[in-house]
């Protein structure tokens, strides 16, 4: 079966590292050997602008540089691991990708879309992911959970008010692609989330057996 690109979605503490193990077990269980890696980051220069990209600062970050910064850290990982990766026939599951930039510098900083999709066919030409899985919850919930963690990073320190733009901002994208973003309800029980992940898992498994779904 040909390699697939499979990115997770969703605001903080919405679970995103512990459904992606579960995702990951499931895939392997059917005998496909997956890399998992995340954006920013995912290779060694991409995770350094990772690290410009969340540290809090005391200088301004103009919205402009971080939205560039974004698509610098893609640029690299999608060149020197992306598609390398899926030439060579591994799948590769990776926490976040491109929905992010419109869900947090568009619809939360509120820039410009068209120019976002600008970057986007700049950098990635016509790769998109095949399959993005986007777990939902109310931004109470994932904040909460998020905060408990520990010391907060530049994006963790936004208000309320911002996270609930970039939900609002996740949602459309699924609404504007239903094809491709799944939206699975990440605020129920482990079991519950972990049903519905299958359920959608089986549903795109079953087309990519029979080389539909992109
Ligand atoms: P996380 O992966 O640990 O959740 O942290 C990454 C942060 O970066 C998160 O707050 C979302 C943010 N982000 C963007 O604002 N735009 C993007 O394009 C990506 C990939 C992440």
Sequence with gaps: MQARFIT???IEGVGKSTHMAFIQQWLEARGVKVETSREPGGTPLAEQIRDLLLSPRTENMPEMAELLMMFAA???H???RIR??????RWLLCDRFT???FAYQGAGRGMDT??????EEAVQGDLRPHLTLL???PVEVGLGRARARGEAD???LEAVEFFRRVRQGYLARAKADPGRVRIVDASGSLEQVQADLVEVLEKAWAQWQTGQGA
């Design 8 to 10: 997770v979605e969703g």
């Design 74 to 76: 893609r640029s690299v």
């Design 78 to 80: 999608l060149e020197n």
């Design 84 to 89: 390398p990766a899926l030439e060579q026939g």
């Design 99 to 101: 929905d992010a930039t």
């Design 114 to 119: 068209d120019r976002i999709a600008e970057l």
């Design 135 to 137: 777990l939902d919850a």
């Design 154 to 156: 530049r994006f963790e």
